[in-house]
C-alpha cells in the first residue's frame, strides 16, 4: 500500500513537472522490497520521466531502458527511449563536426 502511495505522489509530481521531487519519491518507492512486477515498472517508468524532467537526459534513457526491456508496450516507453537514444546520438555527433571544423579551421 505505502508503494502504490509513494508511486500514486511521484505521478503527481511528474504531471507538475517537480522532478526533483518526484526523484525523491521514486526512490523511496523502489526501495521496498515487496513489490509486483508491475508496479516496480511504473516506478521505474516514472523515475524515467522525473529525471526527463529534472535534465538528466542520460539517466532518463536508462530507466526506459530497463522499462522497455521488460515490457516493450508499456505506455510511452518504446517512443521515450528512442527519441532519448536518437537525441544523445545526433548531439554527439554535432559535437564531432564542431570540433572536427574547428581543426580543419587552424
Known amino acids: 500500500v505505502l508503494f502504490r502511495s509513494l508511486l500514486y505522489r511521484a505521478e ?3 504531471e507538475l513537472n ?11 518507492a523502489l526501495r ?4 509486483d512486477e508491475a508496479l516496480l515498472r511504473r516506478g521505474r517508468y516514472l523515475r524515467g520521466r522525473a529525471y526527463e524532467i529534472a ?4 539517466m532518463a ?14 505506455a ?3 517512443q521515450r527511449a528512442s527519441s532519448r ?6 548531439s554527439s555527433r554535432v559535437v564531432v563536426n564542431v ?3 574547428r581543426s580543419s579551421m587552424r
Not at 517537480?18 to 523511496?28: H, S, Y
Request: no cysteine.
Open 85 to 90: 537514444l536518437r537525441n544523445a546520438w545526433l
Open 76 to 78: 510511452d516507453v518504446a
Open 55 to 58: 535534465g538528466k537526459a542520460g
Open 61 to 74: 534513457t536508462k530507466e526506459y531502458e530497463k522499462v522497455y526491456a521488460e515490457d516493450a508496450r508499456f
Open 18 to 28: 517537480m522532478g526533483e521531487g518526484a526523484l525523491a519519491l521514486t526512490k523511496e
Open 99 to 101: 570540433s572536427m571544423s
Open 12 to 14: 503527481a509530481m511528474v
Open 32 to 35: 521496498s522490497s515487496k513489490r
